[in-house]
């Protein structure tokens, strides 16, 4: 697919699903599609290439938006090829993305597609979601701007592709707002249905899945569900 078809057919199933998607940001969706390609061939960021991409990442991605919220600060953990982070990105402009990967390759390749969309909301971190130094013991100095912005907490935190268990939504618990939101991207027959309802944090606060959302990929693409957490704080 040329820019020109893609964008159009990128319109086009993003409108068949109810999602408006603008010339631009479909635009930008099909360049980070051509730098996956592009970095594929050294670099294993999928398996999943072509029109199929488009449908299975790109728009698998933009989908779930919809129950996201619209503004604050996000972090996209295992970001690896960049989904959902840079999609999302592009479509939810007041959201402040951090893309988390402890792959420096894969790092390395989204700090490249950041620079060439121009997405000024969006910043590439490499590590791991238990070294990161925001979860540092308390009272370590804040020394990075990055820890500075993030010292509320997450609005919103985005898994795709990355088995979670309950360890690790205790982790993220403790990094959210309050009434921050994981929002995890799960196939119809995931074993997340598995992983506690119910997390308890420090105190009284806990962590309570939602009613999941269930929606339907274009072009036979399968059935997704979107499995989500929010921190209440008493």
């Not at 940001?25 to 050294?42: F, I, K, M, P, Y």
């Not at 972090?75 to 592009?90: Q, Y």
């Not at 921050?180 to 009284?204: F, K, M, T």
Request: proline share 6%.
């Amino acid at each position: 697919m040329n820019e020109t078809e893609c964008r159009e057919k990128l319109q086009d199933l993003c409108a068949e699903c109810g999602i408006p998607l603008s010339r631009d940001q479909a635009v930008l969706c099909c360049r980070h599609l051509d730098l996956v390609s592009l970095w594929n061939r050294r670099v294993n960021l999928t398996r999943v290439t072509g029109f199929e991409a488009l449908v299975k990442h790109v728009v698998d991605s933009v989908l779930p938006a919809r129950w996201l919220p619209e503004a604050g600060l996000a972090l996209d953990v295992g970001s690896g090829a960049g989904f959902p982070g840079l999609p999302l990105g592009v479509v939810r402009p007041g959201l402040r993305f951090f893309l988390l990967d402890s792959d420096r390759k894969k790092a390395s390749f989204l700090k490249v597609a950041v620079t060439d969309l121009g997405l000024k909301n969006v910043t590439v971190i490499l590590g791991r979601l238990e070294d990161v130094p925001w979860v540092s013991p308390p009272g370590l100095p804040k020394v990075s701007p990055q820890e500075a912005e993030m010292k509320g907490g997450f609005d919103v935190i985005t898994v795709r592709a990355v088995k979670i268990h309950a360890g690790m939504l205790q982790k993220m618990g403790a990094l959210l707002a309050p009434r921050g939101v994981i929002a995890y991207w799960a196939g119809p027959s995931s074993s997340q249905a598995l992983v506690p309802a119910r997390i308890v944090l420090e105190g009284a606060t806990v962590v309570e899945r939602l009613e999941d959302e269930a929606y339907e990929l274009p072009c036979r693409g399968g059935r997704r569900r979107l499995i989500r957490w929010v921190r209440r704080d008493s």
